[in-house]
């Protein structure tokens, strides 16, 4: 039993409370059954234990006479919040359903993601390939700049929440901690992702900041290392660059770079846009932009029957992320063996590859 957690069973107006899923500085994050759709949904419960407490009824209240003010302010921004998120509407940002408030605080009720979290997804796939890694932050990047251009940061981007759904598309979780970018902004830390401008309230958060963080995902899952401490990277970097410690015969230098150019202890010397970024990351032009999506609906696309047929050969080999790399190879493929040659790129085992080509090769009648 998690201190503070409200009991297995409880129920909050449609909602029964199964168990808890995450604590945080803010508060916690329940699974619980929509008893009105049958649906699991995750529940997100205001309750920052430094300025609150539970009673014996499970209503929530400030701590002291002294956290009243702070509590209560605290409160309505996380509804404020939650109202925002809930408008965000990207299929690689967590959905928010409702939010409400009982018991004297508030709740956001969330998709409940099923699949693995980013790290567990990972462990039965290293070492990965940059197209695998491509794969997985390309849709995460865009559901970032959703939330950037909405005027908000996310501000605790880290592999815990990160989730893989079952059918490999990427999700990222807990907004518990957003807020606009035009507020005053709280420290907050997840060691080894925080830059080094949310250990304090006086750094100049932006786009920046979770930039680093997504960075810092990256450099963990090329090189199989978490990042330094930022506080620690500020006096003497000691930490090596992915760069170096990345593996160049399965990432191309550039990629390994831009990694590091996000990694910047000081935030001036980071990108300061995901646009910025994502231009070195995924080696884009935002001059051709326009150009290249111009270009690629302007080819006749790929049929679903063979985007379908490709990834269920594929599955074979690399599971259910499959699709996704699908996805990506098909815009550059000019027909179903071009296809098939970009695909075989995913597959580690030697023999496997060769299989993989071989129907390539007996799909396009060409030796």
């Known amino acids: 039993m998690v201190p503070n957690a409200l009991p297995t069973g409880y129920s909050l107006q449609e909602y029964r409370i199964e168990k808890v899923l995450g604590v945080g500085g803010f508060g916690l994050t329940y699974l619980a059954l929509d008893s009105n759709l049958n649906l699991k949904v995750a529940v997100k419960e205001f309750l920052p234990s430094d300025i609150a407490q539970r009673a014996a009824d499970q209503s929530i209240g400030p701590r002291s006479p002294d956290t009243v003010e702070s509590f209560g ?16 509407r990207h299929p690689n940002i967590v959905r928010v359903m409702r939010f409400f408030e009982a018991n004297g605080t508030a709740y956001m009720v969330m998709e409940f993601v099923e699949g693995a979290a980013l790290a567990e997804w990972i462990k039965a796939r290293r070492p990965l390939s940059e197209a695998l890694v491509t794969a997985i932050v390309a849709p995460l990047l865009e559901g970032l700049e959703v939330v950037h251009s909405a005027g908000y940061l996310h501000r ?27 507020t005053e902004l709280t420290a907050v830390v997840s060691p080894g992702y925080a830059p080094f401008e949310q250990y304090h309230t ?22 199989g290392l ?12 000691e930490m090596a660059a992915a ?20 990694l910047a202890p000081f935030d001036e010397q980071r990108p300061q846009s995901v646009a910025e970024w994502r231009a070195a990351l995924l080696a884009t032009d935002p001059s ?25 050969r594929l599955t074979e080999y690399i599971g259910p ?22 695909l075989a790129d995913e597959i580690e085992n030697k023999e496997e590859k060769k299989a993989f080509v071989r129907q390539a090769v007996s799909i396009s009648g060409k030796p």
């Open 202 to 223: 006086q750094g100049r958060q932006g786009a920046w900041s979770d930039i680093y963080a997504m960075a810092g995902v990256l450099y963990w899952m090329v090189t």
């Open 288 to 312: 051709q932009v326009k150009t290249q999506t111009a270009q690629t609906h302007s080819v006749p696309l790929l049929s679903a029957e063979i985007l379908k047929r490709a990834a269920e």
């Open 321 to 342: 992320v499959a699709g996704v790399v699908v996805k990506r190879a098909a815009v550059k493929a000019r027909d179903e063996a071009e296809l098939y040659l970009l």
């Open 156 to 182: 605790d981007i880290k592999p815990g929440n990160i989730y893989v759904r079952e059918d490999g598309s990427p999700v990222l979780l807990d907004f518990g901690s957003a807020r606009q970018q035009a």
């Open 73 to 88: 302010l605290g409160k309505q921004r996380f509804m404020d919040e939650s109202r925002t998120v809930a408008s965000f």
């Open 243 to 262: 760069l170096q410690a990345g593996d160049r015969v399965r990432f191309r230098p550039e990629f390994l770079a831009a990694i590091d150019w996000a």
């Open 226 to 237: 978490k990042p330094h401490e930022a506080p620690a990277r500020i006096r003497a970097d």
